[in-house]
Each structure stands twice: as structure tokens, then as C-alpha cells.
């Protein structure tokens, strides 16, 4: 028999206060499928699931993220800038001080029409790290400054200029490199016959690389100029080509580790303002001499910001100028974006005993700081910044299934100082093993100390590597927001953020789309305080979206997606952090969760609307989980699964295995029964290869037969974006639908813009409405930026709607039709001297047709297939050889008689390969318009049209 165990802090206090059953209630309204009844009851049997009326059911549909959680790449609910305590403003005209008081409804005005000249002043107060600013006239539309050079200064009296920026109207966002400055100057460049106004000005320090501990090279340089200068961390100082701008000119730049990088900004600074690279390319390398193209453009003016789409692995970074230009190609200085923590580069350590404290800076985690003796109140580390840092996060870490990872602080104390001389205690406790994050609210500091003020008769106290950051996730938003206002406050402005985010008419769309289930990510903080207390009323909001979801017979998983202390090390898990994270240590978040679950088993038991509960979203102890490791998070799950078993027998509960079956124990180690296993597949670093993305569903599709037979249960593929290839999503929706496999894919809307790869991660995408400052913006600002991210608000991606939409109803076969090429003719706006347009419709076979010159957005490809068809896709690629030919933009149109032309498809190329779904239409004449601009001709190797997919 199953020995339970034994658990005597439950708290059953909570029951009492929460223990309503939910009922299901009928509302009338339009539904796409009947009410839930108690006939529809969900329960596991075997590898299926199946309703209490006896009925096999496959659960399809989609998450709500961002809505009971904050995701910082998803939801509006803010970011962090630099904090603004001490600062000060000075301006030409005015009332300054407005542009820091945190009013959206108040502004600066420098007075009459922009003449140039017009100046604002921002006093820090000390020397602060920051390298990106945002300009905000919300408050005054039209009056946004033409254009604004922007200064930095040490001393106020000598200036630096760090970027030259043209204003927008709304928030202008100035991108420059790592600047430790105490003054910033703004003065306005240009005319125009209306007022400059700004209402806030913000400073932010986004995380990169300190170039102090890099080295560079370059094919050539002018005399009196080095590639040093390019990383030395004085925008003034210049490296030079020392020739005219031609092809193959390049820095290279060796970061002396492999680093994850994600952006590069380069700045040919101001006096050299125009000897920026006229085309550009950016390659990655681990051994500097394989190389991999990252990113690629035209430069436009001064600074230049190269977006990887997605973190690139490399120790060495390259950047090549490509284009032709009279004027030497100049970089004043480089900034790599890197990771969500500050780089420690330019820091240093003292430590009041033991080995050098150095050695928690040195990006080893395997060297390390100890006392060497045993723990005893006093001992700390001291870290010197060297500039104030914004900062919510210190983290400090060990070795991994070592001895060191036992060597946790049993107590501590942290404090911050602006000084070196008056300290602050943000934080104290007692560490956890393998590493500990020490959370606080957000603060400017440049000096952070550690103290140990626990003690350990047997253990020292070690320190692997110790790393601060200002984190954007779930709980660092509660932490600041909890402390800048009050608990009524902090809630009216959750409350409008879900009141927005969701509504019946969001339920309505996913009923259209002919779905059955939503996942319902919710954050730990939904349902209590940051000191464990039960909040007056976390149930509204899941109570509605049961009931509203129940009258579309639409299923709800209840899906804890954070946990406190972070589950895993994103911020998706509701806490950045090391691994594991602060969750898997601490006792007192594990009877935290316990009661949790307890509650709300208690409270929807019984209840058919509830497809199960999701106990723990993404757990995931080590990267490098060992046996010891699964049996910890899988005993935790037994007693997860004991305590909503002792409430509620009959719901189905959902256990992450995560990054796969062996990292869960099997349900028979436990006795679980009436159990789905969870998998969330994703290859996010190569999102733009369609052959990397088709593979992952191949991999997943070949290895579901052994994971089903394996453990005997069903499984839900609960998360997981296939990105812009409707081919892709369709395979593997069949595929899981052949299986009677459940799915929900991430998500249902999120924020971003589909030229940054948002638009298949959600149905809904694009809106560019500023988010909060989180701390700097008053109550009444936070509210009324939250108010404009209505799903009206964002773009709706009809073609991955219909494509998802295909499969919600049950279709387990992926058949695409592809139509024979025979008869086809090809023509196109201009080719290459040794290539014809033939060469595209002659098969993937690397004789590819090329446009001949740079793509400016007015070229086009045009398809006679001899005889009318129905066309459902067309799928557009180019050579492996050349897989940065890939049309930027593009128009798809049909027509019957070559002149009468019809749109049916517009977006964005992503990739060398893109399928383009349209709505089935009959055409003999297809027409591709490439819309985009870019220095690569544009190059098909293969265009393949569809008859169905």
C-alpha cells in the first residue's frame, strides 16, 4: 500500500474563510457549443481522457497568460527605470521639475515654437549607470522635440554627446552605450512651429556587456586610432577605417568567454556622425573561425541597434561594413546586450575573512569565496559597483551536486549604500542549498554588503558567483509596487490591468475559434501577500472565467504558473533567478503552496467546468537535474498531489515534466493516479529556421507513442510556439490530434509587434502603447496606460486564427496538396544576369532566381500556373546558401486573368522559408510583392503552391 505522508502545517485556517463551492452557473449568451453539465466531468483514463458520460476527449486550445500573472514580454503591466530619488531638473524655461514628478497629466514646456537651442538639464545627484532614456509628451501631442541631441557630463561642465535623436510623437526612445554620468543634458536640434513639452523623463540601464575586460581587432585603422577605442568606454574617442567605406572592412571583438548575446548597438559618435556603415552585417563565433550571421541592415545615422531575434551563442563578436561610401567608417563604441543581470566587469569585492572575494566575480561558478571556517554572525562580502545601479535582485550561487552547494548563508542581511558610509538592510533571511535570491524593492545603490548572521557548526559559508540585476517579473513588480503604494492602490491598479487584459468578448473569440480548454496561468500573488496572508478576494476573476468559460463549453485548467521564490529562472516562473530558484529551498513557500492548492481544490471540486488543476507550472531544479533532483521535485509533487487528494478525489491533475519524461518520477514511484503529464516544447533560438522549427515537431510526434505507453497516462502539450509557419503548426496539431494528445498553444495575445517575431505567439499582437514605469509612475498614470491594452487595441492575425482553428474541432490528418509546377511560367520586375525567373519554379534544387539588386520594396514576382486552381498557401524560400534572402516584407495577391488583382496575404518574411496561409481562393495568376527593405538581393529558390494544408 501508499504511505502517505504526514503533513502538520497545512493551512487549514484558509479553508474556513474560502471554502465556497463554486457553482455552475447558466448565462445566456451566443456559445459555439453547449453549457457544461455534470455529464462533462473530465477524469484520466488509461491514455485518454474521457467525460463522465463516457466520451474520449481531446482538450484544444490556448493560454491566457499575462492576465492573473505579470510576463514583462507579454503583459503591459510595466518596467523598471533607474531610480529618480535625488534627482533634480533645470531648463530653459518652465516648470522642470515637472518631467520627475510622475504625472502623466503634467508637463515641462520650454515656451514658444522649436527654434533649436531649447534645453533641458537632469541633475542625478551622484554618478549612475544607465544607457537608454525615454522622452514622454503624452500629455501634449504634437510637441515632441524634432530633433534632441543628448549629453552626458561628469562634472556638469564637460559634456559628452551620446546620442542624436529624432523625436516622435508619444515616447521617444534614445539608445545609446553604458554611460556613468550624474548629469544628462537634452537640447532640441531642430524647428517647428509648436512648443517642446515633455511630461516624464526616464532613465534605464538595459543589461551589457562591460567592455573593459574585452579586446578588439579591425582589417584596418587609421593612424593615431585603434579597434581599443571602440570599447573603451569613452564615447569620445574614436576608432577609424582609415578609408573609404568598402565591403569586407570589419571589428571583431573578443569577449574571452562564451557569452549569450542577443542585440549589438554600434555609435560612430558625434563628430563622426556620418561615418556610419552604409550596410552592415553582424556575426557570432566560438572559435573565431566559423562564423554565423546574426543580423544584417542598411545604416541609417549615427547609432546603429542590431536585434538577433533571439539569444546567439559566442565568445567572439564581428561586425562588417558592407557597403560603399567616400567617408571612413568610424565606431565611437560598442554595447552588447546580454542576460537579465548587470555585468559585474567593473566590479570589485573585499570580504571580512576567508579567501579573495574576487573570486565571486569571475564568472566561474566553480571558483569561489569561502570563510574557511564554519559560518558565525559578521562574517560578509562588500561589492563596489563603481556607480549608483538601479537594482531588485541579488543573487548569490554555488557549484552544483558539489560540497559547495551545502554552503549556504543560514542567515543573512543585506544592505545597499549610495556611499560607502550610510547603510540601508533591504533583505534579510536564511539561504537555501545551491544558491539563494534575495529580492527587495527597486533602489539605486553602489554599494551592496552581505552579511552572514546565522551560524553552522560543520558548514563554511561559500560563495560561487554573486550577481545583481534589476529583474521585470512577477514578483519584483508586487515587491515595488507594495511599497510605493498602498494595498487599496496597488490594487485598483491590478484590477484595471484585468479588467482590460480579458473580457467575455476575448471568451467569445476563442469559443469562434473552436476551442475547448484555456489554460489559466496564475501567479502565487494572485492569492496571497508577500508574507504568506490570504488576500480579502483572489476568486473573482477565476470564479468569472470558469463560469463564462462553462457557457461556451469551454473547459479551464487551473494552472499555478508561478510559485513563490520562482519555480524555475525566468521570469515566466514569476521570478528571475539562479537554478533552482528560491522555491525548491525554502519550507515555508512549500506550505505556502500547499495551502494554495488545498483552497482551491476545496473550492472547485465537483465543479465539470474545471478540466484539472496544473500543479506547479515549468518546475525545474537544475539545468542539469540529477536523480537526487528529480526525487526532491517529484516527493514535492506527491505531497502537492496528497494534499488536493485529501479535498478533492476526482479532479484531474496536470504534472509538469519538464524537459521531459525523466525529469518527473513515473506515477507508479508514487501511486498517482487520475494524472496528466505536461510537456511545453519550444527552440526559441532558432526561430527564424523553418527546418529547426519542422523538426522539433518531428521529434515530439516519433517520441509520443513510447511516452504514452511509457507511463500509462495522458499527456497535454500545455505551451509551445511553432513561430510564422502555418505548415509547422498544422503537422503538429494533426499529429497530436491522431494521438488523442491535448494542447494549448502560448498564447492567446501578447504585446509585441510581428517585426520582432511577436505575431505568431499570440492571436492578437501589436500594441506599442507605453507600459508604466513601475517606479516612478503615479497611481493614476499606471491606470491610464493599462486602460489602452483592450484586445480592441491590438491586431488580430486572421491567418493563424484560421489555421489553429482548422484543428480545434478534432482534424488528425496534414495532407498539403501541393500543386504540379507543369505548364508554370514566371516573370519578374528585373534578375540578375545569371538568373531567370524560371529558376524560381524550377524546385528547391539551389538555381534560384535573384532580383539583381538590393531589395527596396518595389520589386515583385509574378506565377502563370496555366489553368485556375483553389490556393490555400504558398511557400516562398530561398537557397541554404543564402538564407538571408528572404523578402523583408510581402504582399501576396491572386487573380483570375493576369490584370485583375486581388490581395489576399501581407506580412512579414521570417526566415528563409515562409508558408504563407491565404483564405482558399481560386486563382491561375499569383503575384509576390517584396515590400521590404534591405542590402541582400532578393532570391527564390522555391515557390510551392497549395491546394490545401
Known amino acids: 500500500m501508499k504511505l502517505k505522508h504526514k503533513h502538520n502545517r497545512r493551512h487549514t485556517a484558509a479553508l474556513g474563510i474560502v471554502a465556497l463551492a463554486a457553482s455552475l452557473l447558466s448565462i445566456p449568451m451566443p456559445a459555439t457549443a453547449a453549457p457544461l453539465g455534470a455529464a462533462d466531468f473530465v477524469k484520466a483514463d488509461g491514455t485518454v481522457l474521457r467525460t463522465d458520460a463516457g466520451e474520449v476527449l481531446n482538450l484544444r486550445g490556448t493560454n491566457v497568460g499575462g492576465w492573473l500573472t505579470q510576463e514583462d514580454w507579454m503583459s503591459p503591466l510595466g518596467e523598471f527605470a533607474a531610480d529618480r530619488t535625488g534627482w533634480s531638473a533645470s531648463a530653459t524655461g518652465g516648470s522642470p521639475e515637472r518631467v520627475l514628478d510622475g504625472s502623466q497629466t503634467t508637463r515641462w514646456t520650454a515656451g514658444g515654437a522649436q527654434r533649436g537651442g531649447e534645453r533641458i538639464t537632469v541633475d542625478l545627484g551622484a554618478a549612475t549607470l544607465f544607457n537608454r532614456l525615454s522622452i514622454d509628451n503624452t500629455a501634449a501631442p504634437g510637441e515632441y522635440a524634432r530633433l534632441v541631441d543628448i549629453e552626458t557630463s561628469t562634472d556638469g561642465s564637460t559634456w559628452k554627446s551620446v546620442a542624436t535623436q529624432a523625436g516622435v510623437d508619444g515616447v521617444t526612445i534614445a539608445r545609446f552605450t553604458p554611460q556613468v554620468a550624474r548629469f544628462v543634458r537634452l537640447t532640441q536640434k531642430a524647428s517647428a512651429p509648436v512648443g517642446w513639452s515633455i511630461g516624464e523623463l526616464n532613465l534605464f540601464s538595459d ?61 560612430a559618435g558625434r563628430a563622426t556622425s556620418n561615418d556610419y556603415p552604409r550596410i552592415w552585417d553582424v556575426f557570432t563565433s566560438w572559435d573565431n ?55 559585474r566587469g567593473a566590479w570589485t569585492a573585499t570580504a571580512s575573512i576567508g579567501s579573495p572575494a574576487g573570486e565571486v566575480l569571475d564568472g566561474n561558478v566553480a571558483t569561489r569565496w569561502t570563510t574557511s571556517t564554519h559560518q558565525a554572525p559578521g562574517q560578509s562580502v562588500t561589492i563596489d559597483m563603481g556607480a549608483l545601479a538601479t537594482m531588485n535582485n541579488v543573487t548569490i550561487d554555488t557549484a552544483k551536486n558539489a560540497s559547495d552547494e551545502q554552503d549556504w548563508a543560514r542567515g543573512y542581511a543585506l544592505d545597499l549604500s549610495r556611499d560607502g558610509s550610510t547603510w540601508t538592510t533591504v533583505a534579510t533571511g536564511v539561504g537555501t542549498r545551491k544558491a539563494t535570491t534575495i529580492g527587495f524593492p527597486a533602489q539605486a545603490a553602489r554599494y551592496l554588503r552581505l552579511t552572514q548572521t546565522g551560524s553552522s557548526p560543520d558548514r563554511w559559508w561559500t560563495i ?11 514578483f519584483s513588480l508586487s515587491t515595488t509596487l507594495n511599497a510605493r503604494f498602498d494595498a487599496a492602490t496597488t490594487q485598483s491598479i491590478i484590477a484595471t490591468h484585468q479588467d482590460t487584459w480579458f473580457t467575455e468578448s476575448d471568451l467569445d473569440e476563442i469559443a469562434a475559434m473552436g476551442m475547448n480548454l484555456i489554460r489559466l496561468p496564475i501567479g502565487w500573488s494572485h492569492f496571497l501577500n508577500l508574507d504568506g496572508s490570504w488576500k480579502s478576494d483572489p476568486w473573482s476573476k ?62 472547485y471540486r465537483g465543479n465539470p467546468a474545471v478540466a484539472g488543476y496544473d500543479l506547479i507550472n515549468e518546475p525545474l531544479i537544475d539545468y542539469d537535474e540529477d536523480a537526487e533532483d528529480v526525487a526532491q521535485k517529484s516527493e514535492y509533487y506527491d505531497r502537492l498531489y496528497d494534499a488536493v487528494r485529501a479535498v478533492d478525489p476526482d479532479h484531474t491533475i496536470f504534472l509538469g515534466a519538464f524537459f521531459g519524461p525523466n525529469s518527473l518520477a513515473a506515477p507508479s514511484v508514487h501511486g498517482w493516479t487520475n494524472v496528466v503529464y505536461e510537456y511545453h516544447p519550444y527552440d526559441m533560438p532558432n526561430q527564424k529556421d523553418w527546418s529547426a522549427q519542422n523538426q522539433l515537431v518531428t521529434n515530439e510526434l516519433s517520441g509520443l507513442p513510447a511516452r504514452l505507453s511509457g507511463h500509462g497516462v495522458p499527456i497535454l502539450y500545455g505551451e509551445y510556439s511553432l513561430y510564422y509557419n502555418d505548415d509547422v503548426w498544422s503537422r503538429f496539431m494533426a499529429g497530436l490530434n491522431s494521438l488523442d494528445v491535448s494542447w494549448t498553444n502560448w498564447t492567446y495575445k501578447v504585446r509585441g509587434a510581428a517585426g520582432d517575431g511577436f505575431a505568431y505567439w499570440g492571436f492578437y499582437y501589436d500594441n506599442p502603447s507605453p507600459v508604466p514605469v513601475v517606479n516612478s509612475d503615479d497611481a493614476a498614470t499606471f491606470r491610464s496606460k493599462l486602460a489602452a491594452f483592450g484586445t480592441e487595441n491590438f491586431t488580430k492575425n486572421e491567418r493563424f486564427v484560421a489555421t489553429v482553428a482548422k484543428y480545434t474541432g478534432g482534424l488528425a490528418a496534414f495532407a498539403p496538396a501541393e500543386i504540379a509546377h507543369s505548364g508554370w511560367t514566371a516573370s519578374a520586375s528585373s534578375s540578375s544576369p545569371w538568373s531567370t525567373p524560371a529558376s524560381g519554379i524550377d524546385g528547391a534544387n539551389g538555381s534560384s532566381w535573384q532580383s539583381g539588386k538590393a531589395m527596396s520594396g518595389d520589386e515583385w514576382y509574378q506565377i502563370d500556373m496555366g489553368a485556375s486552381h483553389t490556393v490555400s498557401m504558398v511557400t516562398v524560400q530561398t537557397a541554404p546558401d543564402s538564407a538571408w534572402d528572404y523578402p523583408r516584407g510581402f504582399t501576396l495577391e491572386t487573380s483570375i486573368d ?52
Open 542 to 603: 477565476i470564479d468569472w472565467a470558469v463560469k463564462e468559460a462553462a457557457a461556451r463549453g469551454i473547459y479551464v485548467l487551473l494552472d499555478l504558473h508561478t510559485v513563490p521564490g520562482g519555480g524555475c529562472p525566468w521570469g515566466s516562473c514569476g521570478r528571475i533567478g539562479p537554478n533552482p530558484n528560491g522555491f525548491w529551498g525554502s519550507e515555508t513557500y512549500h506550505d505556502w503552496v500547499e495551502s494554495i492548492w488545498t483552497v482551491m481544490a476545496d473550492r
Open 898 to 949: 493576369g490584370r485583375n488583382w486581388t490581395a489576399a496575404a501581407t506580412g512579414i518574411a521570417y526566415g528563409w522559408k515562409r508558408p504563407i496561409s491565404i483564405e482558399p481562393t481560386t486563382a491561375r495568376y499569383i503575384r509576390i510583392s517584396q515590400t521590404g527593405i534591405a542590402p541582400q538581393w532578393w532570391t527564390l529558390d522555391q515557390i510551392a503552391v497549395f491546394s490545401s494544408y
Open 207 to 267: 543589461p551589457v556587456l562591460f567592455n573593459g575586460r574585452h579586446s578588439a581587432s579591425a582589417t584596418s585603422s587609421a593612424p593615431g586610432t585603434s579597434p581599443s577605442k571602440a570599447i573603451d568606454g569613452d564615447v569620445s574617442s574614436v576608432w577609424q577605417s582609415g578609408a573609404a567605406q568598402a565591403p569586407g572592412q570589419a571589428v571583431t571583438i573578443d569577449l574571452g568567454r562564451n557569452v549569450d548575446m542577443d542585440k549589438v548597438l554600434f555609435d
Open 464 to 474: 560561487g558567483e554573486l550577481t545583481a540585476g534589476l529583474h521585470n517579473d512577477d
Open 289 to 343: 573561425a566559423t562564423w554565423t550571421k546574426v543580423a544584417s541592415g542598411y545604416g541609417a545615422g549615427r547609432t546603429v541597434l542590431a536585434d538577433f531575434n533571439g539569444a546567439k551563442n559566442g565568445r567572439y563578436l564581428r561586425i562588417v561594413s558592407n557597403g560603399n561610401a567616400s567617408n571612413w567608417w568610424s565606431v565611437a563604441e560598442v554595447a552588447i546586450y546580454s542576460g537579465t543581470s548587470l555585468d
